[in-house]
């Protein structure tokens, strides 16, 4: 009798939970995106429906409330806001959508840095930041998110080095850095080769003028700053000259009249003698 009774409950409950919805809002995914549209400027009104009431619901089911979003297991795993014309920086926040697999921002009029933060994102395979406005390093900590198959972050006014931890991503099939204005030596770990074929071609790193080595040419050479030196050093040798010239003239010149004016002087004080 009491075992029915539990078998009776075991299978209300089993049934209640197939009609409850698949599972509750994600507070982190909830976060994320508050936090992320606060941020952010959206001159175009791309994101209309990224409003309170759907921040409370980012997933209701596999179709996000908001557009550009994309849902599994209610959780947000896909942000594709490319071609939105949205401005400001990125907010850190983004690491609280912490399923997110594919981050795609490109073509847009985001600022300042990426956010370091993202190497919270354990799950990220995709990361296409490209043809925005955003400056600073590359963070080292991406390294951290193992699976990242893509980074895209060309046209961009990206600074510094490219980190040699990015080489230990094994998975990583797409790295584009170009048109930045990143210096320093490729890593070897991202342009070394394989056979033949660097790990990523040159179509890779180029657009940035002070990038060097392989699959790129060496370091620029000193010749040109050489001559540059030499230049500057006739230059403004060949000016100093002509400069200490001129002086010496007026100086001449000056003194030759001071000299006659002296001598005319002479000539006065000396007239009423006779
Ligand atoms: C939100 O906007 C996108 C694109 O504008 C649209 O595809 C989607 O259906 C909208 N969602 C809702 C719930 O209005
Ligand atoms: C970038 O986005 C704009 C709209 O904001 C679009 O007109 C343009 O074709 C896009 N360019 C690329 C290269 O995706
Ligand atoms: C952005 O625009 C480019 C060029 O117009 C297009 O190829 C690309 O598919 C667009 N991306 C999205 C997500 O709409
Ligand atoms: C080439 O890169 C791989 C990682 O992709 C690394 O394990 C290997 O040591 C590198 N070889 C050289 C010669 O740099
Ligand atoms: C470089 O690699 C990319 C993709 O990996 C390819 O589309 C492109 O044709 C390559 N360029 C050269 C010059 O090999
Ligand atoms: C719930 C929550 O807000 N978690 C984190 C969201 O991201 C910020 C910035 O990275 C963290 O400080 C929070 O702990």
Excluded at 63 to 89: D, E, H, Q, V
Excluded at 138 to 150: E, F, G, Q
Excluded at 220 to 230: D, H, P, Q, R, Y
Aim: proline share 8%; charged share 15%; with cysteine.
């Amino acid at each position: 009798m009491i075992m029915k009774f539990f078998n009776f409950t075991l299978i209300f409950l089993i049934l209640m939970s197939a009609f409850l919805p698949p599972s509750t809002p994600d507070p982190d995914d909830q976060s994320c995106l508050t936090k992320l549209f606060e941020s952010m400027e959206d001159p175009n009104h791309n994101l209309m429906n990224w409003t309170q009431p759907n921040f409370a619901n980012p997933c209701p089911g596999s179709l996000s409330n908001l557009a550009g979003a994309t849902c599994n297991n209610g959780r947000i795993y896909k942000l594709s806001l490319s071609n939105f014309s949205l401005r400001g920086p990125i907010s850190p926040y983004i690491s609280n959508c912490t399923n997110l697999q594919s981050l795609d921002l490109s073509n847009n009029s985001f600022t300042g840095s990426i956010p370091t933060e993202l190497q919270y994102l354990v799950n990220l395979a995709v990361l296409k930041l490209s043809s925005n406005r955003l400056s600073g390093p590359i963070p080292p900590s991406l390294a951290m998110c193992v699976y990242l198959n893509v980074i895209d972050l060309h046209d961009n006014a990206l600074t510094g080095t490219i980190p040699p931890q990015l080489g230990s991503l094994v998975r990583l099939s797409v790295f584009d850095v170009s048109d930045n204005r990143l210096s320093g030596p490729i890593p070897a770990s991202l342009g070394n080769r394989t056979g033949n074929l660097p790990r990523f071609n040159a179509s890779s790193y180029s657009g940035n003028k002070d990038l060097y080595g392989y699959p790129l040419g060496p370091m620029k050479s000193k010749g040109l700053s050489v001559v540059a030196i030499v230049g500057i050093g006739l230059g403004s040798g060949l000016l100093s000259l002509m400069l200490s010239f001129t002086v010496v003239c007026i100086w001449l010149r000056v003194t030759d009249r001071k000299m006659a004016a002296e001598q005319e002087g002479k000539i006065t004080q000396l007239m009423p003698e006779y």
